[in-house]
């Protein structure tokens, strides 16, 4: 197609696959803050959800020391932070105050943009439905994080690991149905006979498998299990934490227990290896060998990252490179899933 057809043409898939482009970046973004949030404690820090209200930081001391008095009365702060300064709050508060306001402008860079796009009728067909789902799903990731954020206000000092790994599945998934969206855009764009490509029985069970790879990961930041070791491979000078299970069953060991669930994070990891390299070989096959080198690049660096933050006692700054290259992988393995189940093989 010309440059002058194209423009004309009311369709526009590779515009919109470069604003979600923009649109995965901020999550990417987002899902790191959400790390720095975590390992510095700040997640607490805003006790209230203001979703107008909240755009602006508090401006004045008076608004400062009116936040700092909400912080006060939650347990977090009477069972471990009493006596923290205003400065150490603001501290926390303003990376609980940025994942917020990232939301919000993820939020806005999704929601606008859609509107305009429907309204020039330049979505092509059979992606509005998808790119409103996406859409209703972020508006869900909001409500989940209020809910997981409203679970460490009342009677715990920390948010519950179920809401938490609830909230960060869901922006991984989001991401992930984003990366599938704008690889079939951009083959729409390059073929305006394209077909949308399909999830093949390798693809849910690489899904699958790495599901259950992040839900522990998420798991272990939940409970700060990271740090029940600084070794490896062994754990306190044993290969499997055998004492958990004379306390614990081990269905509960597995769900609630730090130790349990971070020798599952460690060693499921090498179960997800396993299957991508075989997905990554298969990517490969099917003509894409852009995607095999970005998925075994991926899980070599979060493995790497993975055994260093645990030695390094969950180093800060290992610990959120972890979570960034997390995203990272699962944006390499949707593009290998996605590789895997074009009915064309002739788009990489």
Known sequence: ?????????????????????????????????????RLTESGLSITEWNVV????????????LSEFEKYKQIPEYQQINKGMSLAAFQFIYFWEYIHRLLARIIGFAFAAPLVWFAWKRAIPRGYGLRLTGLLALGGLQGVIGWWMVSSGLAERTDVSHFRLAA????????????TWTILDLRNLARDPGYRPARLTGLGWAVAL?????????????????????????????????????AVRSALDAAVNDPAMIHWIHRWWA?????????LARHARAAGSRAASIAIHSAFGVQILLGIAT???????????????????????????????????????
């Open 1 to 37: 197609m010309d440059p002058v057809s194209e423009f004309r043409h009311p369709i526009r898939p590779r515009a919109i696959a470069n604003w979600l482009t923009v649109v995965a970046a901020l999550i990417v973004l987002i899902v790191i803050v959400g790390g720095i949030t």
């Open 53 to 64: 209200t909240g755009i602006l930081p508090p401006l004045s001391e008076a608004a400062w």
């Open 167 to 178: 909230h960060l599945l869901l922006a991984l998934f989001i991401l992930a149905a984003l």
């Open 209 to 245: 498998i790495l599901f259950i790879q992040l839900l522990y990961g998420a798991f272990t930041a939940g409970l700060n299990a990271g740090l029940v070791t600084d070794q490896w491979p062994l754990m306190n000078g044993r290969f499997f934490p055998s004492e958990v299970l």
């Open 270 to 278: 090498w179960v997800a290896v396993a299957a991508l390299v075989i």
């Open 310 to 348: 645990v030695m390094t006692g969950v180093d800060i700054t290992l610990g959120v490179l972890h979570q960034g290259v997390g995203a990272l992988l699962v944006i390499a393995t949707a593009w290998g899933i996605h590789v895997i189940g074009r009915r064309d093989r002739g788009f990489r």
